[in-house]
């Protein structure tokens, strides 16, 4: 069982910066590709930015591309969501995700079916 656990959400100003962080349990989370998702009211979950096990492999969503930098901290069990020039239509809550059979593939997986585990979120508000 892989428990994660995301913190650092919080409100801030249009064109701030948030670091989101997410630990892990998980004993291989080194073997681990990573995902953050987010959803606001109304909106289905959509995938935010993904990374590989090793970290060499990173994607982005069309919307945050630019803005956002997803990274990680094996020796920390630990991935980030570095935001930036935050804008009001990012107001969302933010979920971790695991994909526990990562070192199995080749590609980051963008779609919400492909992470096996998952925190509880993090609430992100941008005011206007």
């Known amino acids: 069982q892989v428990q994660l656990v995301e913190s650092g959400g919080g409100l801030v100003q249009a064109g701030g910066s948030l670091r989101l962080s997410c630990a892990a349990s998980g004993r291989t989370f080194s073997s681990y590709a990573m995902g953050w998702f987010r959803q606001a009211p109304g909106k289905e979950r959509e995938f935010v930015a993904g990374?590989?096990?090793?970290?060499?492999?990173?994607a982005y969503s069309d919307s945050v591309k630019g803005r956002f930098t997803i990274s990680r901290d094996n020796a920390k069990n630990t991935v980030y969501l570095q935001m930036n020039s935050l804008k009001s239509e990012d107001t969302a809550v933010y979920y971790c995700?695991?994909?526990?059979?990562?070192?199995?593939?080749?590609?980051?997986?963008?779609?919400?079916?492909?992470?096996?585990?998952w925190g509880q979120g993090t609430q992100v508000t941008v005011s206007s």
């Open positions: 995700a695991a994909d526990t059979a990562a070192r199995y593939r080749i590609v980051v997986v963008r779609t919400a079916t492909g992470y096996e585990y």
């Open positions: 990374i590989n096990w090793s970290g060499s492999i990173t």
